[in-house]
């Protein structure tokens, strides 16, 4: 229960379904944040049904967050634990910084699921005797499958690619069936009092939004001036560090050559960022490292739909499966390679790639990391 409604909502639903229903809360190690006040109703704000909360939040798993799980803990009376997973949680810190260091675009929300939710959550819930593990994602699992949520616009299912084949039959997603409004909606009538809470938008490890001062806090040498060339390798101007730039980023280059231009890639060994034109961002076809198979690999070339961002369509592509590699920060070493029927702008080494059957579009077949583009 991060405290938001998505996941309070799901609690509720499934305690409505008569299953026994325990909270736990992730504490990750908020800014400033303590034990004593992690659990301190004094902590809290706002009057709500006689109770008090307060609402306003950092990003999810914050102070404010668990003493928003915490009341609604109460209000369904159910118990409600706290799990201290602040020193796995700087796992998950260090690789977003060692990524961005080594020149790449990291999805820390991927990890998180895969390490922690499904992870050190789900070797939790055998200690406490515990058969599933719940969250309120909007995804849907049903006979073995992880499938996308109902609410095409909040689907999540692209997130959740990284969990173990064998936890989806005990995985639950209660929300995936409704869209958000609905979720809301019942948020409400269950008398909840975080039905109109934000939801939350940034890394809950980057307040701020800051994350390139936290990459250099964690790992100082990448604060280093380098070129930025164009395509040709023309030198066309100077950065203060290549972390403050993504793959298709267009905007904070502080480079004028009389067109449109955008990040096209970064070199952490040169330290150097080359830019171009909009086409110049277009690749064929990349190779994905630490592959996860929710349904066993295809034995030859298959057609897929292939997502390789979070706001992004996924889109037609062939898959090909290929040899073990070097295993990634997962400890997985399987590969593959996608070819895009259209060539993509913008694909980038680090981010997640997912794949989707080409027929049951909604069907996660599988997924893993970027490693390189063509």
Not at 39 to 57: K, L, P, Q
Not at 104 to 125: I, M, Q, S
């Amino acid at each position: 229960m991060s405290g938001g409604v998505d996941s309070s909502v799901a609690a509720a639903l499934l305690k409505r379904n008569g299953l026994d229903v325990v909270g736990c809360f992730m504490r990750l190690g908020s800014p400033g944040e303590t034990l004593d006040e992690l659990m301190d109703e004094t902590a809290c704000e706002r009057s709500t049904n006689g109770r008090t909360i307060r609402i306003g939040h950092q990003g999810c798993c914050s102070i404010n967050d668990a003493a928003d799980a915490r009341l609604v803990a109460a209000e369904l009376d159910i118990p409600f634990y706290v799990c201290n997973f602040k020193k796995d949680f700087g796992r998950i810190i260090d690789y977003f910084a060692d990524e961005y260091a080594a020149g790449k675009t990291p999805n820390p929300c991927v990890r998180c699921n895969d390490w922690l939710k499904f992870g050190k959550l789900h070797e939790y819930a055998g200690q406490i005797g515990a058969t599933s593990v719940a969250s309120g994602h909007y995804a849907r699992s049903s006979g073995g499958k992880l499938l996308r949520g109902v609410d095409g616009s909040k689907d999540q299912s692209y997130v959740l690619f990284g969990v173990p084949r064998q936890q989806l039959s005990h995985m639950m997603l209660p929300i995936g069936e409704f869209d958000k409004p609905r979720v809301r909606e019942m948020a409400k009538e269950l008398g909840l009092p975080v039905f109109d809470k934000p939801d939350s938008q940034e890394i809950c490890f980057v307040p701020d939004n800051d994350y390139a001062s936290l990459v250099e806090r964690r790992r100082p040498d990448v604060a280093r001036p380098g070129e930025v060339v164009d395509t040709s390798g023309n030198v066309v101007g100077e950065h203060s560090g290549h972390h403050h730039f993504t793959v298709g980023q267009r905007r904070g280059l502080n480079v004028a050559l009389g067109r449109r231009i955008y990040v096209v890639s970064k070199d952490a060994t040169t330290n150097r960022i080359v830019v171009g034109n909009e086409a110049d961002l277009l690749v064929t076809s990349c190779e994905v490292s630490e592959a996860n198979w929710l349904t066993e690999p295809p034995a030859n070339p298959r057609r897929v739909l292939a997502k390789f961002r979070y706001n992004t369509p996924a889109v037609s592509a062939v898959v090909h499966v290929m040899g073990e590699g070097q295993a990634g920060p997962s400890g997985r070493s399987g590969r593959f390679r996608v070819e895009f029927e259209c060539a993509q702008p913008a694909v980038a080494a680090g981010q997640a790639l997912v794949l989707y059957d080409a027929v049951d579009q909604d069907w996660v077949l599988g997924g893993g990391w970027i490693s390189q583009t063509a």
